[in-house]
């Protein structure tokens, strides 16, 4: 099996004035900043977060009781991952001070014997352990350990690295196979990745044991949460908990759908995926593409967001993809960008990266207004103001952004993300560079035989030019030619075309180059319809619009309402012009359609459809929406 070098994000410097470039940058320069205020209690009429002061609280520096949820602590250390990242592409010595502060902070809130969590610390100290199914004690342990391993790369400081090693070694001596332990198994996912991260720096053989064993031990029989409710309740319950919810109704290598809890689902994909190469494990390999199919077949939006209920903010069933109920968490997309990162790095194959280019490009960081101070849990494709004000079954899909969350997963793994983008653009294969992702800038990757400089010259998605200039070396470049573009690509060496046919969604070019060759591949972004499979019910007749990478939508502030009401024009061309001063910039589509408009007749039923007026809709890409106020919004809509 093989194990695949990803870039690391030091190896990597976008422009800022790319795409991605802007985004980091906003991510540094207002994220990081923004959201250190929040975790302190520092924003105006933002919801509370008290993690800082419940650090304080567990190392006793602070009177007072815990405040939030089981996973409160989860909050700063993805805040410390995106700092770690931010720091590798841009020194910053009052920021690296402040995250030193807060690591020093969690040190002294880490108990004698290594554990560390501050709601068990603070508020049930006697109850350690006993709720793995619910509480979040691995999970929290898990990002913290991500963290870890992030701020040691980026610093060489083993301060966290050594806490979260402690850590590690107090999971171990409670939990595993052997006698006397608990044979149990996160109830949220993600310790199992972070596990191996850890692997990855450390080399501590007890970092990929329990990895391994939580994938191992997960869904077996005697089924541990069932054990430990009954432990716990002091009774058998009364009704036999499925299962499917936290992903343990099955062995892991048993199950051929991504279900339950979306984020939950598709950690526990990535940790397998992680596990695997870390193994060789083919059989855990096999599971996890069997998962992705079923996913990308049936499960999933044409935005990149994952788990369609609101309740349990899960998957269901096949084809459930309803529009205005959606939850489609943000953590689900990040999450689902971690899984195929990771199944990149096994196998090098365009579809992993197409995948998680629609999750990046759209749900991803739709998650975020473009100053970075407001942001999404839940991602809809379709929104009714009154609806989300009024109707419990749609209160959950919010027209605007709100500054902070009371559960705030989402920011700061959304921070993360794109701090980190620079492991998400390549992979190595001996002497061959895949290029997983076209994003203007540089990069530094070393290769077996040869150090190489790859300079990208592009503004995609804005349009499907790419150059890509290489540094002289014998190694192979593959280019990911992406699914959407229906095979309508061109690419050239040095001016003179190049004639090979993709394999496995790449064209690779092999060969001796010299400093100053040039690559130009072109890429066919124009705008086109998109239908769903008629199994999903939600959109049977309608049609959305997409761009490239970029799925766009109907918003009232450019649009006549109502959008229920809209409809395209099967015959209309889509016109596409940029808007500089537009939402940061953004490529705008416009087509002839036409809205419902009132005619004076209330009736709630009638025997004649209602008129129709011509219009222009006005699209603008899915990310950029509710930037402007409250209003309507829509991504699929009828056509004519």
């Known amino acids: 099996m093989k194990n695949l070098t990803t870039s690391g994000v030091r190896d990597v410097t976008l ?31 933002a919801a509370p977060s008290h993690c800082i002061e419940n650090f304080k609280i567990a190392a006793g520096e602070a009177e007072g009781e815990f405040y939030g949820y089981v996973f409160q602590d989860s909050d700063l250390a993805k805040w410390l991952e995106a700092v770690a990242y931010s720091l590798m592409t841009r020194p910053d010595p009052k920021l690296e001070a402040t995250a030193d502060e807060a690591i020093a902070l969690i040190g002294r809130a880490q108990q004698p014997d290594g554990y560390l969590n501050t709601y068990y610390t603070v508020k049930e100290p006697g109850k350690r352990w006993t709720n793995l199914r619910d509480n979040h004690e691995l999970y929290c342990a898990g990002h913290m350990m991500e963290a870890a391993a992030a701020y040691y790369t980026a610093t060489g400081k083993r301060e966290l690295l050594d806490i979260m090693t402690r850590m590690a070694h107090h999971i171990d001596s409670v939990l595993g196979p052997e006698d006397g332990k608990l044979h149990g198994y996160p109830g949220h996912e993600e310790v199992e990745l972070a596990l191996v991260a850890m692997y990855n720096v450390t080399g501590d053989p007890v970092m990929l044991k329990l990895a391994k064993y939580f994938i191992d031990e997960r869904g077996r029989e005697p089924r541990f949460f069932d054990i430990e409710a009954e432990k716990r309740d002091g ?18 290598r048993e199950q051929d759908a991504l279900e339950g809890h979306s984020v939950r689902a598709l950690y526990l994909a990535t940790g397998m995926a992680d596990v695997a190469r870390e193994t060789g494990d083919e ?29 349990g903010e899960r998957f269901t069933f096949d084809y459930d993809l309803p529009n205005d109920t959606v939850y489609a968490e943000t953590c689900a997309s990040i999450a689902l960008c971690f899984f195929m990162r990771a199944m990149l790095r096994i196998e090098p194959d365009a579809k992993y990266a197409d995948t998680m280019e629609q999750a990046l490009y759209n749900t991803c960081i739709a998650g975020m207004s473009l100053d970075g101070h407001n942001f999404f849990y839940v991602n809809p494709l379709e929104v009714w ?16 952004r709100p500054k902070w969350f009371g559960c705030a997963c989402c920011p700061p793994n959304l ?31 070393s290769l077996p035989s040869c150090a190489v400089t790859i300079k990208t010259d592009t503004d995609y998605p804005k349009s499907g030019k790419i150059a890509i200039t290489a540094s002289a070396g014998k190694y192979a470049l593959a280019l990911r030619i992406p699914a959407y573009c229906r095979g309508k690509y061109s690419v050239s060496l040095n001016g003179a075309p190049v004639d090979k046919q993709p394999e496995r969604g790449y064209v690779t070019i092999d060969r001796e180059w010299t400093d100053g060759d040039t690559v130009a591949l072109e890429i066919d972004v124009s705008p086109r319809r998109v239908y769903a499979n008629y199994h999903v019910r939600a959109d049977a007749g309608k049609v959305a619009i997409a761009r490239g990478p970029v ?36 490529v705008e ?22 008129p129709k007026k011509p219009t222009k809709l006005t699209y603008i890409p899915y990310y950029a929406w509710a930037n402007r106020g409250e209003g309507e919004m829509a991504v699929y809509i009828r056509e004519d």
């Open 283 to 311: 059989t855990l390999l096999a599971a996890c593409r069997t998962l992705y199919e079923n996913l990308i077949r049936k499960r999933l939006y044409i935005t990149g967001g994952v788990g369609s209920s609101p309740a």
């Open 589 to 610: 589509i416009t087509a002839d359609g036409s809205v419902a408009v009132d005619d004076g007749d209330d009736s709630l039923y009638r025997i004649a459809p209602p």
């Open 235 to 252: 009774h058998k319950p009364r009704w036999r908990d499925p299962g499917d919810y936290a992903q343990w109704h099955k062995p892991v």
């Open 415 to 445: 921070a993360r993300l794109i701090a980190g983008i620079g492991k998400y653009i390549y992979t190595t294969d001996g002497d061959t560079i895949y290029t997983q992702l076209y994003m203007s800038g540089e990069a530094k990757l």
């Open 15 to 45: 422009d800022k004035n790319g795409f991605f470039g802007r985004f980091i940058d906003l991510v540094r320069d207002s994220v990081i900043p923004y959201q250190w205020e929040t975790l302190n209690d520092r924003v105006p009429d």
């Open 551 to 586: 799925v766009y939508c109907l918003e009232e502030a450019d649009n006549d309402t109502p959008l229920a009401g809209a409809s395209l024009s099967s015959s209309s061309p889509l016109t596409c012009e940029y808007k500089p001063d537009k939402l940061g910039g953004i």
């Open 385 to 400: 103001p009154e609806a989300s004000h009024k109707s419990p079954e749609h209160r959950h899909a919010l027209p605007v």
